[in-house]
């Protein structure tokens, strides 16, 4: 998808009602976030470089730039940025294309949310290709519109593709819920200006102003985002 983000002076709240729902892929709707540090794990044993476990919390969630630029600089392989794009890609691919486990309650959130028609995109960090793979398992009709991480000029932290989403959606950025695995997914969507909907897969994160926190997604349904707006008044 492509469109203009707005400027955030334009971010205003209308009303109190909930305008659309924004929900994040990997980790939040399909249990990915292991097979992307199995991946790196693998090309860069091939590589001759073993990862540290305690790098897994820093590379989570992030865009692939900097994930994989920080794997490089940690290890000093000798690769390029785009050689190792490329090739984490394919084995991602690879993997989903084995298996693609959907995590707790997100089959059961996104019926629910195209039976009330209740707009809905995916943002992701993940590029093109890999969205449109997983989409197939996820369902494309359960989505208005999804926004990729080779979509936009600055992706997560950053809150250009949350302000795209709404944007798309016709939604005001502070009528939207967001639901997110990672830190860095919740600060693009705080920065945005929308509610956020904190799932933990790999790193814990704190409830704070805005922000809640849930432990699974079987704890989240329509009436619970309702009330994220309903807070707001």
């Not at 009602?17 to 199995?38: I, N």
């Not at 936009?152 to 959606?169: E, H, I, M, N, Q």
Request: hydrophobic share 45%.
């Amino acid at each position: 998808m492509t469109s203009t983000v707005p400027a955030l002076g334009t971010r205003t709240a209308e009303g109190s009602t909930l305008q659309a729902v924004l929900l994040d892929m990997d980790g939040t709707l399909v249990d990915t976030e292991g097979f992307w540090w199995d991946v790196e794990v693998e090309v860069f044993a091939a590589l001759g470089h073993p990862l540290d476990d305690s790098w897994r919390h820093v590379v989570v969630g992030g865009p692939m730039t900097r994930s994989a630029g920080f794997l490089i600089e940690a290890t000093g392989a000798d690769i390029t940025l785009a050689e190792l794009t490329v090739l984490l890609n394919e084995g991602f691919e690879d993997r989903i294309g084995r298996t693609l486990p959907l995590m707790p309650g997100a089959a059961r959130l996104l019926a629910e949310l195209h039976e009330q028609a209740v707009p809905t995109a995916l943002v992701s960090a993940s590029h093109r290709r890999i969205i449109d793979r997983v989409l197939t398992v996820l369902g494309p009709h359960h989505f208005a519109l999804s926004v990729a991480g080779d979509e936009v000029s600055r992706t997560k932290p950053f809150p250009d593709p949350y302000l795209l989403a709404a944007a798309g959606l016709g939604a005001a950025p502070a009528r939207c819920a967001v639901v997110e695995d990672t830190s860095t997914g919740v600060a693009a969507a705080e920065a945005a200006g929308c509610r956020v909907v904190a799932v933990p897969s790999v790193a814990p994160i704190a409830p704070a102003e805005g922000r809640t926190v849930v432990t699974s997604l079987e704890e989240v349904d329509l009436a619970f985002l309702r009330g994220l707006m309903t807070e707001m008044r």
